[in-house]
């Protein structure tokens, strides 16, 4: 007869009871034991060959918050086509629109995937959605001048299938799937309609000695798991038989409170920065546009500086600049005439209400320009900063209105591109974690040259970081610098995007607790 604990000999009942051989949720479910427990027990189990364990991965798939609007709603560009069957095949795209009752939101993305999937046509001339590939045919009642398309609305489609299969459904496994619904996973996950995590789940099955073992009978043994005063006082202790425990044995988990990765990422960067002599820049949110532009030689009539470009505060309008009306007045004729530069300058008038007005900062170059003036300025010396910045930015996979930017300048005699290359390499490989780098000539109202930098990583692909430059004297000579600057700005949340592999910015500001649990250091 097999001795063995009161959990052991339930748990190993319960596969019985199974037909002995089941996954690991339905034993703990079927034996009503903690999770724990039955882990330990088939660890324990396992090792006296009575219970044999199989692992296998599987693709766990459920539907997000937009997955399951569109599982009840149908997809955007269903909505689309059906309403515009409804008018008759062909509509004004606003008509179209409203008609499919479509939020703001998924306008584009119903029109899009409607014309990918050779739905509709746009007419961009009329301003008119039609239908693919219908025919023209009288109306009835009408003259037979007056014709209608004759629309009809599509098939539907394996990723509508898998929608509406998941939505039905807590949740599914990519394995589980038949072949049509598995090529549509990826579209689904590509529109960022579903939740895939990576799971290996268990499965237990009785051995032949664990079969022999119940046949024969298993006899519970009572074991103590904590030695107390009274059984040390009384003596009991002698007769008593203490539990092992097994210390590889797999326990529930536990989430225990840490830094989010990308908090944890900034301040490797910081650390980095900082141990290579770096001195940290700061600065508040709120900027005048004279140090986010007029310092940085922008021209007061460039659109960036126009409300599609720049956030503009409605309360205070302006900002003081009194404490720099030498700078001032130096920046004002550079842009006039160039000042003492060697540059013919803008030749446009300069508003000095303009040069006050408040903004939210739209880079992290302005701290720059600050530090330039400071009489803290060390030369030769180098800077950094990482900072919020705000830009009313069309949000997509690499573009959010808010992002963080890593600024710097190194101010030293006989600096060259040459440096500026070689900092920027060792940015994208050391801090990105990038295979290869590509610099591309670009341009710049503050710096000449101009250089784009772009970065790969073995499967992740290409993308871009940012630019980058050598200060122009219109920039160095107003604020009162002699020497060469080279300067950086880089998107340093798409640094972590290369570094963690993540596909998607928004989600490195995610609430999804599942991920911040589950993200390692990186």
Known sequence: MVELREHERRTLAALAELGGKTSLEQLISHSKLP??????????????????????KQTVLKLNEEGRLHAKKGLPERRLITALDELGGKADRGKAFEAAGLEKQFIPIALSWAQRKKWTTLDSKTNTIQAA??????????????????????????????????????QATVESLNPELREAVPVLKGRKLLDVEEKTRRFLELTEEGRTALKKGVKAVSEVTQLTQELIISGKWRDIKLQKYNIKAPVAKTWPGKKHPYLQFLEEVCEKLVNLGFKEMVGTAVETAFFNFDALYTPQDHPARETAGIYYVKSPTEGSIENYKEIVANVKETHKNGWKTGSKGWGCDYSLKEARRLILRGHGTCLSARTMVSKDLEVPGKYFSIVRC?????????????FNQVEGIIIDKDLTLRDLLGVLG???VEI???????FRPDYFPFTEPSVELSAYKKGYGWIEFGGSGIFRPEVTMPLGVKEPVIAWGLGIDRLFMMRAGVQDIQYIFSQDLDWIRRKAVV
């Open 35 to 56: 999770d724990a427990t039955v882990m330990r027990a088939d660890m324990t189990l396992h090792e006296k060959h009575l219970v044999a364990i199989h692992e296998k």
């Open 133 to 170: 590939g219908e025919k023209l045919l009288p109306r009835k009642g009408k003259s037979i001048g007056e014709r209608v398309i004759q629309a009809g609305t599509p098939e539907e489609g394996d990723d509508e299938r898998l929608l509406k299969f998941l939505s039905e459904k807590e």
């Open 390 to 402: 705000y830009r009313p930015e069309v949000p997509d996979k690499t573009h959010l209105t808010e």
């Open 426 to 428: 060792k940015f994208a």
């Open 432 to 438: 990105g974690g990038a295979d290869k780098v590509k």
